[in-house]
């Protein structure tokens, strides 16, 4: 049964009017440069501060997302806002230190990066594993979620739901390109925003305000910092591993660095990760502690939570008033799209540069454009084609599909961090680094599946058992110690290889002694996040 009424269902009809608007606004105001590839995939490298600040949130927090982090602050407190907190920190390194190589190495892609700096084998690995990856969960992970929601709140079939998010959300990716999908989702990234303080602030005012939140729930719901023994989320894996995994997805993962490839200059891509990094401490707020307002008001006896996932459509179907209930399923949605259109997006960027461009070099503009379109296209008919078989997917076989990134990010975090701080490893390195770590990781996602099999006081038991951001720590420390050691014991990378992709070799124009306004802004303004991130962590402490 649908739970929205008249003025609900008015509210999404509008959102997706001003959805397809901006879309055919933005093609239309560009349809002069759609034939270049640089234009399709990187919207022309002109875009500004804030259409990436807008788009990193955006395309970052998917309908998923906003669940889990619900369902999950339901059932555990505040804990798991800790990787939101630390994505504002990660989004600095990003700006500082990456972007000034990404851009002035001029690369489309990741992988095109990983070729510049060591080989091709590493352009072909990392292509490889994120065209996969992305397929196999990004894409299957936002169809899902986009079933529920619409079954779940708008009480539409889940096929049918799942259908009409994937053909729209292709529609307006496949005509526009990048510049159309920052645009969108820079649009919806108000409406998430904005259904969600609708959440936060109905649920605490049903509570009796944030008080009544504490007195209810107590400390420990509301601490970010938990023992190291705890299963889900130890200190030590917080501050040690988490990083990590934030590296990998903030630093070199196309889906999210493809906004920054897409700035006018350094200076507008710095601004846009900075956007970024204060977009990031909404989370916490807006997405994680409604879940704590609900798990607070099932102890008051004031609505029914039956599992900790229900925390949100709880909360939309007993506190929302008629109209709020379409603006906060119209932020559901918005969050769908914009991370649907952003793997869209990125996957036929990395299939046509890195494999169809890679194949066939002298591939004109309008080709390239036009292979990256079919293979959104494709993309759309294999995720229309994966609904039937999700419900036939072992839920053990699915979590394997969900940790294969987290298990592979550690050695691509070293061979990008160690690529551009250090001169001296080189391609044999990084193919040691990455495949050893491949092969590590994945024994490790065998062994944990496997865990009740195992005998409990076993060395592979205590393999598959460590809490999985303490692995990530190991692997990473794993994979750095083989990069260092296969470089140091093979021949040095050339030196036109390293011109201006590490520190040792970039080229300095600037003034250091005399740095421009923007930059002292921008150094004040990163100052001042680091000092929020800090206050987020000792109130919650």
Same mark, same amino acid.
């Given at each position: 049964m649908s739970l929205l009424g008249g003025a609900d269902w008015a509210i999404i009809v509008v959102y997706f009017l001003l959805v397809f608007g901006v879309a055919i606004w933005v093609t239309l105001r560009e349809r002069a440069k759609r034939g270049t590839s640089t234009d399709y995939f990187l919207a022309g490298r002109d875009a500004g501060w804030f259409l990436i600040g807008g788009s990193l949130f955006a395309s970052n927090i998917g309908s998923e997302?906003?669940?889990?982090?619900?369902?999950?602050g339901a059932a555990s407190g505040v804990a798991v806002g800790q990787f939101e907190i630390l994505a504002s920190l990660i989004l600095l390194l990003l700006g500082w230190v990456f972007v000034p190589f990404y851009l002035s190495s001029g690369v489309f892609t990741m992988p095109e990066f990983l070729e510049r700096r060591y080989s091709e084998g590493a352009r072909w690995y990392l292509a490889v594993i994120s065209i996969v990856g992305y397929v196999l969960t990004k894409i299957s992970v936002t169809i899902a979620a986009g079933g529920i929601v619409f079954?779940?709140?708008?009480?539409?079939?889940?096929?049918?739901?799942?259908?009409?998010?994937?053909?729209?959300?292709?529609?307006?990716?496949?005509?526009?390109?990048?510049?159309?999908?920052?645009?969108? %989702?820079?649009?919806?990234?108000?409406?998430?925003?904005?259904?969600?303080?609708a959440v936060t602030v109905l649920g605490l005012n049903a509570l009796g305000g944030w008080s009544a939140m504490t007195d209810t729930v107590g400390p420990t719901?509301?601490?970010?910092?938990?023992p190291m023994a705890d299963p889900d989320f130890p200190w030590t894996g917080i501050l040690f591993g988490a990083p990590i995994l934030g590296v990998w997805y903030w630093c070199t993962d196309q889906f999210i660095v493809q906004r920054v490839l897409a700035a006018h200059d350094q200076d507008?891509?710095?601004r846009g990760t900075l956007f970024g990094g204060y977009l990031?401490?909404?989370?916490?707020?807006?997405?994680?502690?409604?879940?704590?307002?609900?798990?607070?008001?099932?102890?008051?006896?004031?609505?029914?939570?039956?599992?900790?996932?229900?925390?949100?459509?709880?909360?939309?179907?007993?506190?929302?008033?008629?109209?709020?209930r379409g603006l906060v399923v119209a932020g559901l949605l918005a969050a769908l799209m914009s991370s649907l259109s952003s793997v869209f997006n990125s996957t036929s960027t990395l299939v046509t540069? %890195?494999?169809?461009?890679?194949?066939?070099? %002298?591939a004109s503009e309008r080709r390239l454009v036009l292979v990256g379109q079919v293979t959104t296209a494709v993309l759309v008919g294999f995720g229309l084609a994966w609904i039937p078989l999700m419900k036939l997917i072992s839920g053990q076989l699915y979590q394997y599909l969900q940790s294969v990134q987290a298990y592979i990010s550690p050695p691509i975090a070293a061979v990008f961090l160690l690529g551009i701080t250090w001169r001296r490893v080189n391609a044999q390195g990084a193919m040691a680094a990455l495949v050893s770590g491949f092969v590590l990781g994945m024994g490790r996602l065998v062994a944990e599946l496997n865990k009740a099999s195992l005998d409990g006081g076993g060395l592979l038991f205590t393999f598959a058992d460590i809490n999985f951001l303490h692995f990530a720590v190991f692997l990473f420390a794993f994979c750095t110690v083989v990069l260092?050691?296969?470089?140091?014991?093979?021949?040095?990378?050339?030196?036109?290889k390293l011109a201006g992709l590490t520190f040792a070799t970039v080229s300095r124009t600037r003034d250091e002694a005399h740095p421009p306004r923007w930059r002292r802004t921008d150094v004040l303004l990163s100052v001042l996040l680091v000092a929020c991130v800090g206050l987020v962590w000792l109130y919650f402490s």
């Open positions: 997302h906003l669940v889990g982090l619900a369902g999950t079954e779940a709140l708008m009480g539409i079939d889940f096929w049918t739901g799942a259908l009409v998010v994937v053909v729209i959300t292709g529609v307006y990716t496949i005509i526009g390109g990048l510049r159309v999908v920052l645009y969108t %989702d820079l649009l919806q990234m108000f409406v998430l925003i904005g259904g969600a303080v719901f509301l601490t970010l910092w938990k507008q891509a710095r990031k401490l909404l989370p916490l707020f807006l997405f994680v502690i409604p879940g704590v307002i609900a798990y607070a008001l099932s102890q008051q006896g004031k609505l029914q939570l039956e599992t900790p996932d229900q925390a949100l459509p709880t909360l939309i179907g007993v506190l929302l008033p008629a109209g709020l540069w %890195d494999v169809y461009k890679k194949l066939r070099p %002298d260092v050691l296969v470089s140091l014991f093979t021949a040095p990378p050339p030196e036109e």
